[in-house]
């Protein structure tokens, strides 16, 4: 058999694998986790399999004083630790790593800036003096204020079609706390760049099954076909993670699942998973696409959210065997705190496609499994035939895309059960990635940062998509107005939810499915 594959080239990536013209990435919040445990493995990565400028720099820029000898250790440091890659090569790494260099500085002082702009015109080659990523991996809080000082420095201009050189801001999540902040933030940036040079990060779209959801529903006649209110019965989006709130307790209580991951992870898969086709690939089709799908969703009126939001705290409990405290009783946490970390919606869409076919998101922290994905329920046949025969359960089918870990997809359909008489039982065709494509598959902030430097923004979150959610989240908020939690919106750390979420499909006569450890 001839394995035959068919590469579709983005627009920018000429060759699709990558970025062509040199540029240096300045990373603001150098000494950050962020940064040590994803940012520079990622970079690695495109620096060991080609897919970096055959020229860049990367300055890291933090109040801290080092020295740049001091940063490349720890950066290389930081490959070896946290690399997903086993085996690293010392001669590569030390090769990467020589292209590092360290600015130290308080970034809300001009100094910093006029001092920056000198070491990078120290550079030379004006496309690493002038063509700039700046990513903004530091509180939300100071976004707003290093944008002002980088147009102040002369370091980022409002770009014209015609400019040679380029300059972007990429911003980690959180945008905003809500609509109106988002939109403060958005007017902030924009007064000193073009939209086209914004590139808002959701780390979720960079993960490689994330995009296939597009890649699978668009490029298969037999899904695609059935991709509808017709044959589809409910749609079921889980996001579980394992842990706790850790050491984040006092970011917690400012965001909650609501904000830190329903806002933004969950929102995107649902678009994704339910828009409609984009006339192509390009950035600005497809994230017309995600909008007009926010936009539809219906209105969450305070009743509609009393009856189809539900939210959950985790108490003391066991996860795989490990004992963990309740989110009241974590560091930095109000011991009467009523922040969720846990949320379940019922969402409808209201566009001709989904009418009636309710979406189910839900994601919290301390669930038993991390695990994320998408499970399409198909609705029944007609249970005439099999009746007769006294077999009423036939399962309907069902199809599952597994996200993370054990990315897969898996259908469910009914098979006869080998024998003499007539029964049925459910069985699974599946698709694992790492059968099919052997172990490789990038992190998330490889594909991002390959696309930032490339300038393609398809996989980054634009204004009004950003403003739309929060637009979804903060009428479910205000909803909420400031109730405390109630006796069944509790659960234990290491089971699947609160008893409320249950509640919630339970008048539609559905049940959660919950994601299994190693599908196959
Ligand atoms: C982040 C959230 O955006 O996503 C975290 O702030 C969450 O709370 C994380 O743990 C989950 O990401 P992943 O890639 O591990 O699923």
Known sequence: MVDSSTTITLPGLEDGRRADEPCTIVIFGASGDLTARKLIPALYHLYTEGQMPESFRVIGVARREKTDESWRAEMRAGVETYSRTHQVDDAQRDAFAANFEYH???????DTYVALAKRLAGLGDPCLVNNLVFYLAISPSLFGEVVDQLHTAGLLHRMGE??????????????????QSAHVLNNHLLRHVRERQIFRIDHYLGKETVQNIMM?????????QLWNREAIEHVQI????????????????????????TQNHLLQILSLVAMEPPPSLAAEDIRNEKVKLLKS????????VATNVVRGQYFAGTVNGDSREGYRQEERVNPESNVETYTALKLFIDNWRWSGVPFYLRTGKNLPLRASEVRVQFRPTPNVLFAAQ??????????????QPDEGIFLRFNGKVPGNSIET????????????????????????????MAGDATLFIRRDEVETAWQI????????????????????????????????????????HNPKPAER
């Open 104 to 110: 130290p500085g308080d970034l809300t002082d001009a």
């Open 162 to 179: 015609d400019d040679e050189h380029w300059q972007r801001v990429v911003v980690e999540k959180p945008f905003g706390h809500n609509l």
């Open 216 to 224: 699978f529903r668009f490029s298969n006649a037999i899904f695609e």
């Open 238 to 261: 889980t996001v579980s993670e394992d842990i706790g709130v850790g050491g984040r307790g006092g970011y917690f209580e400012e965001a909650g699942t609501l904000r830190d991951m």
């Open 297 to 304: 969703i219906r209105p969450m009126t305070p009743e509609a």
């Open 390 to 403: 006294g077999h009423l359960d036939l399962h309907a089918n069902a199809l599952t895309l597994r996200l």
């Open 425 to 452: 039982r459910p069985v699974r065709m599946h698709f694992g990635y790492d059968a099919e494509f052997g172990a490789y598959t990038p992190e998330a902030y490889e594909r991002l940062l390959l696309e930032a």
């Open 473 to 512: 989240v903060d009428a479910i908020r205000e909803g909420w107005g400031g109730m405390p939690l109630s006796n069944r919106e509790f659960y234990a750390a290491g089971t699947w939810g609160p008893v409320a979420a249950d509640d919630l499909l339970e008048p539609d006569g559905h049940k959660w």
